[in-house]
């Protein structure tokens, strides 16, 4: 393929959380005052995607992510995520017999340590199951290796109060596994480098410091009662349990990168220096279901090693010469960058990358914006320097806020993305450019549980909008499709050659193919 030098850049901007539902009193969406939104839905040409299930390599029932969304905007083809592949091999039986899970056993069996199994314990399916940790949990209590579970507690891919349930649950389904400690995800899956949380669940993880409690349920519930969440849960230690040990095993649960890194590198990395960590723990093995991160690889080993995807998106841009950009906030930089290129953490040629600080709040309702107008700010600049063939971008605001479950700073997020895409789209006409706006997965639409009236934090299996702006005169309109199709799609507005290992389809139809329709 050849490249010939573009000052006219195709934008893909990336609302995330922004589902498309039915109006309602709790759709943050709706009830938000859009009019650079409706301009462009009145303007430009629209479809809706499928971004959950089936359609995005997850289980039927399975609302999308983050990670799993920009896995398949960037591969254009559908990729099967890790949740089916790891219940695939514990169903039939594969696992049990793993190498790496054996090797693992062997080397607690020798050392007589304990197997710390860490998790987040919830059947949301974004980052973990709790059904696939009871399942490992049984598989080495029946290889004759003692069983600690630390559960790091949800509310936000599943109802705020829900943990005390699952708890009780898992209890059933893991044999002989203990609870040693319960931790809200707030302290233990930071990816912002607060590490005054993540010293919180090392001390806890590690020496047992923190709150005490005789009973994992019964500490949840004295939570709940005392007006704190699932996600927000103090870091407790249950029942005695007095912290790790050299010669004990580590092995994460948690089949998402982005969230388990910064507690495994505490754990793992004599390197690590974000906080004074203390006692550092000489483990006898260590074991994770994915691989994390190329820094991490050397200290822990995947279970389920990550696919080689070949010719994603941004490879076929730098095999075509093209200068790509990248732009987001901290928050959701890993997805526009590392799970965009198919879970590859080096830069295409060609490939330059903006990362803007979100800001530093226990909570995003306390700042809805966000930092959106900071990453306008840069992708403005980006847009009128014409150094770019294709930008992509991604608005953090109606997930992150979404996830708060806070219905007015939900719309304060919508409105402050809506003004964003008004100083985006005058940036790209100006350009005599293209943009297509979708989204990753739904969240904002849905601030309220319809069946129990309580605040909605989780992600929805809505559709999600596309619309398309400055096409050329030979584009008709957009078809309905699946979140593979928009890299194709992306393909074709740039008039590059689609590869056949993207199975996606191209969204546009051309206007003769329109009007032949009718």
Same mark, same amino acid.
């Given at each position: 393929?050849?490249n010939?030098t573009r000052s006219?850049?195709?934008?893909?901007?990336?609302l995330?959380?922004?589902?498309?539902? /039915?109006d309602?009193?709790t759709?943050a969406i709706?009830?938000?005052?859009?009019?650079?939104? =409706?301009?462009?839905?009145a303007?430009?040409f629209?479809?809706r995607?499928?971004?959950s299930?089936?359609h995005?390599?997850?289980?039927?029932?399975q609302?999308?992510?983050?990670?799993?969304?920009?896995?398949?905007?960037?591969a254009?083809?559908i990729?099967?995520?890790?949740?089916p592949?790891?219940?695939?091999a514990?169903?039939d039986?594969?696992?049990?017999?793993?190498?790496?899970?054996?090797?693992f056993?062997?080397a607690?069996?020798?050392?007589?340590g304990t197997?710390h199994?860490v998790g987040l314990m919830?059947?949301g399916?974004?980052?973990s199951h709790q059904?696939?940790?009871a399942a490992?949990a049984k598989m080495?209590?029946t290889a004759?290796v003692p069983v600690?579970v630390h559960?790091l507690?949800?509310?936000r891919?599943s109802?705020?109060?829900?943990?005390?349930?699952?708890?009780?649950?898992?209890?059933e389904?893991?044999?002989?596994?203990?609870?040693?400690?319960?931790?809200?995800r707030?302290?233990?899956?930071?990816?912002?480098?607060?590490w005054?949380r993540?010293?919180?669940?090392?001390k806890?993880?590690?020496?047992?410091?923190?709150?005490?409690?005789? =009973?994992a349920?019964?500490?949840?519930?004295a939570?709940?009662?005392?007006?704190?969440?699932?996600?927000?849960?103090?870091?407790?230690?249950?029942?005695g349990?007095s912290?790790?040990?050299?010669g004990?095993g580590?092995l994460?649960?948690?089949f998402?990168?982005?969230?388990?890194?910064?507690?495994?590198?505490? +754990?793992?990395d004599?390197?690590?220096?974000?906080?004074?960590?203390?006692?550092?723990?000489?483990?006898?093995?260590?074991?994770?279901m994915?691989?994390?991160?190329d820094? +991490?690889n050397?200290?822990?080993?995947p279970?389920? /090693?990550?696919i080689?995807?070949?010719?994603?998106?941004?490879?076929?841009?730098?095999?075509?010469?093209?200068?790509?950009l990248r732009?987001?906030?901290?928050?959701k930089y890993?997805?526009?960058?590392?799970?965009f290129?198919?879970?590859?953490?080096q830069?295409?040629?060609?490939?330059?990358r903006?990362l803007?600080?979100s800001?530093?709040?226990?909570?995003?309702?306390?700042?809805p914006?966000?930092?959106?107008?900071?990453?306008?700010d840069?992708l403005?600049?980006?847009?009128?320097s014409?150094?770019?063939?294709?930008?992509?971008?991604?608005?953090?605001?109606?997930?992150?806020v979404?996830?708060t479950?806070?219905?007015?700073?939900?719309?304060k997020?919508?409105e402050?993305?809506d003004?964003?895409l008004g100083?985006?789209?005058?940036a790209?006409?100006e350009a005599?450019?293209?943009m297509?706006?979708?989204a990753?997965?739904?969240n904002?639409e849905?601030?309220?549980?319809?069946?129990s009236?309580a605040p909605?934090?989780a992600?929805?299996?809505?559709l999600v909008?596309?619309i398309?702006i400055?096409?050329?005169?030979n584009?008709?309109?957009?078809?309905?499709?699946?979140?593979?199709?928009?890299? /194709?799609?992306m393909l074709?507005?740039?008039?590059?050659?689609?590869?056949?290992?993207?199975?996606?389809?191209?969204?546009?139809?051309?206007a003769?193919?329109?009007r032949?329709?009718?």
């Amino acid at each position: 393929m050849t490249n010939n030098t573009r000052s006219k850049p195709a934008v893909l901007c990336i609302l995330d959380g922004w589902g498309d539902g /039915p109006d309602s009193a709790t759709n943050a969406i709706t009830r938000a005052h859009t009019p650079n939104w =409706d301009a462009m839905s009145a303007d430009g040409f629209q479809a809706r995607l499928d971004a959950s299930e089936h359609h995005v390599g997850l289980p039927d029932g399975q609302m999308g992510n983050s990670e799993v969304g920009h896995m398949n905007l960037g591969a254009g083809r559908i990729v099967l995520q890790d949740l089916p592949r790891i219940d695939a091999a514990i169903a039939d039986g594969s696992l049990v017999v793993d190498p790496k899970l054996v090797s693992f056993q062997d080397a607690l069996r020798k050392s007589g340590g304990t197997a710390h199994l860490v998790g987040l314990m919830s059947p949301g399916g974004v980052h973990s199951h709790q059904d696939q940790i009871a399942a490992v949990a049984k598989m080495l209590d029946t290889a004759g290796v003692p069983v600690c579970v630390h559960a790091l507690l949800d509310g936000r891919d599943s109802p705020p109060s829900s943990a005390a349930q699952y708890l009780a649950e898992f209890a059933e389904a893991s044999g002989n596994a203990k609870i040693g400690t319960i931790c809200g995800r707030y302290f233990a899956m930071d990816r912002d480098k607060h590490w005054d949380r993540v010293t919180r669940a090392y001390k806890l993880l590690v020496d047992a410091h923190g709150e005490r409690a005789a =009973d994992a349920v019964a500490a949840v519930k004295a939570s709940y009662e005392a007006g704190t969440t699932d996600e927000f849960v103090e870091p407790t230690a249950i029942d005695g349990y007095s912290g790790m040990q050299d010669g004990d095993g580590i092995l994460m649960l948690n089949f998402r990168a982005d969230r388990a890194r910064e507690i495994l590198t505490a +754990l793992l990395d004599p390197a690590f220096d974000g906080f004074d960590r203390g006692r550092v723990v000489d483990f006898a093995s260590t074991l994770g279901m994915i691989e994390y991160s190329d820094a +991490l690889n050397p200290f822990i080993a995947p279970l389920f /090693p990550s696919i080689e995807l070949e010719n994603v998106f941004g490879d076929i841009l730098a095999q075509s010469g093209c200068k790509q950009l990248r732009i987001a906030e901290t928050e959701k930089y890993a997805h526009v960058t590392f799970f965009f290129n198919g879970g590859q953490e080096q830069k295409f040629d060609g490939e330059e990358r903006i990362l803007v600080a979100s800001p530093d709040v226990a909570t995003y309702d306390l700042k809805p914006e966000m930092s959106a107008p900071e990453v306008t700010d840069k992708l403005v600049a980006a847009i009128r320097s014409g150094t770019f063939d294709f930008i992509l971008v991604n608005y953090a605001n109606t997930d992150m806020v979404g996830h708060t479950g806070d219905f007015d700073a939900a719309v304060k997020a919508v409105e402050t993305v809506d003004a964003c895409l008004g100083r985006l789209r005058q940036a790209v006409t100006e350009a005599g450019g293209t943009m297509l706006v979708t989204a990753d997965h739904g969240n904002a639409e849905m601030m309220t549980d319809p069946a129990s009236g309580a605040p909605h934090t989780a992600h929805t299996k809505n559709l999600v909008p596309a619309i398309l702006i400055g096409a050329a005169q030979n584009i008709g309109a957009l078809k309905d499709g699946c979140l593979a199709d928009v890299a /194709p799609t992306m393909l074709a507005l740039m008039n590059l050659q689609q590869p056949p290992e993207m199975s996606g389809q191209s969204l546009l139809i051309e206007a003769d193919q329109q009007r032949a329709a009718v």
